[in-house]
């Protein structure tokens, strides 16, 4: 590879030391992978991949000739001063668009670096004898840059739509799909066409390629509504690691391809994964919602008013009290409350009057994979204690008490009924089977981030309390010690 017959330019020999690093950190991003799989061995998982990536990172500055050490220091510093401070400044509710918005950075990158690599090829190494770019470093950098493109792009839209500055409803254009075929077809061809041409005629290619690429990022993400989100956010992941693999080829860096294949692939196998758990076709979610249908996509309204019953915190405290088995569902309206802790004190007082408690958690809970998962971790539940919805979904039917904590969605039994519904087939938990239903909202007014009424409201067996989430668990707290 071209970097590892820099590090040894007399010779243009691999150096078998880089090399070896390389695959240290490679090894240490499996591991990470590895470690990230489950929440007890996540903070490990963490460790692995910060120490692969300063092995990485280091190796690459050794072995290649750096123009300013010095400048390249003050940038490491600086980016490492605004990460840190927005990991610690940053909530955990905004967590899911931080990652979209590195996710767009990473793809920004992506097309930095080929744009780099295209105006000053020699700083490279990728100009063959006859002074041009060769054809296969030209379909490396093109595709680099593509990738790249659309997820900058479509992490805007990602991040739009997680933070509220965008409808997360689906926002279908017409002829969307003879439009996205159309600008994919483009960015082929454009690839093609650069990869052949002579070097006078590669500029308005490489230009065109780009702007396609950016277009088609905000074509893909548009239309797929909230509910879809989460399957959004581990798809980009993807997309930002073969991103950094196709220009890790552009820069002979082995690191960087393994290092991509490795996200890459984790993230398109996050993202079949999540679409399994929500009755979603892959390849219809990665072609920006190709199978949607236009008169469906969770208008945001709110059907007609029904009857509904609502209770205080003396009443949920005292039914609680009663019960011998309670489910607690968290959902995202506990992320914005920042309930998990008085939820899990809750849960406490409870086991010490007698009463079992689990939570039970949805693959798509919260804004992204895991979000309710580190939630409760950072409130220090018992992980023996959290289970997926394949676990514990059977349980409802002998549960005493299902306890919903800002979670909509995925207790709506709309998913199973209503074929007209943006959430039909998404998988839900079966509270409508469990003796007494809790749930608390905000209010009646709103609907769930997919934008559908819930029938669980108007249930028999429901309760709402109605206020906010934190609020109403510390009161039930004060009055189960009473």
């Given at each position: 590879?071209?970097?590892?017959?820099?590090?040894?330019?007399?010779?243009?020999?691999?150096?078998?030391?880089?090399?070896?690093?390389?695959?240290?950190?490679?090894?240490?991003?499996?591991?990470?992978?590895?470690?990230?799989?489950?929440?007890?061995?996540?903070?490990?998982g963490n460790r692995y991949g910060m120490v692969g990536m300063l092995i990485a990172v280091v190796t690459t500055l050794v072995t290649h000739d750096v123009a300013n050490i010095v400048e390249?220091?003050?940038?490491?510093?600086?980016?490492?001063?605004?990460?840190?401070?927005?990991?610690?400044?940053?909530?955990?509710?905004?967590?899911?668009?931080?990652?979209?918005?590195?996710?767009?950075?990473?793809?920004?990158?992506?097309?930095?670096?080929?744009?780099?690599a295209y105006l000053n090829p020699g700083a490279f190494g990728i100009l063959e004898a006859s002074g041009d770019i060769s054809a296969v470093s030209r379909i490396?950098?093109?595709?680099?840059?593509?990738?790249?493109?659309?997820?900058?792009?479509?992490?805007?839209?990602?991040?739009?739509?997680?933070?509220?500055?965008?409808?997360?409803?689906?926002?279908?254009?017409?002829?969307?799909?003879?439009?996205?075929?159309?600008?994919?077809?483009?960015?082929?061809?454009?690839?093609?066409?650069?990869?052949?041409?002579?070097?006078?005629?590669?500029?308005?290619l490489i230009v065109a390629l780009t702007i396609a690429a950016f277009i088609i990022g905000f074509l893909l993400i548009i239309p797929i509504g909230g509910a879809d989100m989460p399957v959004v956010v581990s798809m980009l992941n993807s997309y930002s690691g073969w991103a950094a693999a196709a220009m890790g080829f552009t820069l002979g860096n082995t690191a960087m391809i393994i290092t991509g294949a490795l996200v890459g692939s984790s993230?398109?196998?996050?993202?079949?994964?999540?679409?399994?758990?929500?009755?979603?076709?892959?390849?219809?979610?990665?072609?920006?919602?190709?199978?949607?249908?236009?008169?469906?996509?969770?208008?945001?309204?709110?059907?007609?008013?029904?009857?509904y019953k609502q209770g205080s915190a003396e009443d949920a405290a005292f039914m609680l009290k009663q019960a011998e088995k309670v489910i607690v569902i968290p959902g995202y309206g506990m992320a914005v409350a920042q309930a998990q802790h008085a939820l899990r004190e809750m849960g406490d007082l409870l086991e010490e009057q007698g009463v079992e408690v689990k939570y039970a958690i949805h693959p798509v809970a919260g804004r992204m994979p895991g979000h309710m998962n580190v939630l409760l971790a950072e409130a220090n539940v018992s992980y023996d204690k959290v289970f997926e919805l394949e676990d514990i979904n059977s349980e409802f039917a002998q549960c005493d008490v299902a306890f919903i904590i800002g979670a909509n969605d995925v207790v709506n039994p709309a998913a199973k009924t209503d074929k007209s519904s943006p959430i039909y087939g998404m998988?839900?938990?079966?509270?409508?089977?469990a003796k007494q239903v809790f749930f608390i909202k905000r209010s009646m007014g709103g609907v769930g981030y997919a934008g559908v009424d819930n029938d669980v409201f108007y249930m028999d067996q429901t309760m709402m309390l109605l206020s906010d989430a934190k609020k109403m668990v510390e009161e039930i707290n004060k009055a189960l010690g009473d």
């Open positions: 590879m071209r970097a590892l017959e820099a590090a040894d330019p007399a010779h243009g020999a691999v150096n078998p030391w880089v090399a070896l690093a390389y695959l240290i950190a490679g090894v240490c991003f499996i591991l990470a992978l590895r470690g990230l799989s489950h929440p007890t061995t996540s903070r490990a390249i220091g003050i940038a490491i510093l600086l980016g490492g001063i605004i990460g840190f401070t927005i990991a610690r400044r940053i909530a955990m509710t905004a967590m899911p668009e931080l990652v979209a918005a590195f996710h767009s950075l990473v793809g920004l990158a992506a097309v930095l670096v080929g744009w780099a490396e950098m093109g595709l680099g840059i593509a990738i790249g493109a659309i997820t900058f792009s479509g992490s805007v839209i990602a991040f739009a739509k997680l933070s509220g500055k965008m409808s997360g409803s689906p926002i279908l254009l017409p002829g969307r799909h003879v439009i996205n075929l159309g600008t994919l077809a483009a960015i082929i061809v454009l690839t093609g066409l650069f990869a052949t041409a002579a070097a006078s005629g590669t500029m308005p993230g398109a196998i996050l993202s079949y994964i999540m679409c399994r758990a929500m009755n979603r076709s892959f390849l219809s979610v990665i072609a920006g919602g190709f199978g949607a249908d236009d008169s469906a996509g969770g208008g945001g309204e709110a059907r007609e008013q029904r009857p998988p839900v938990f079966d509270v409508d089977k």
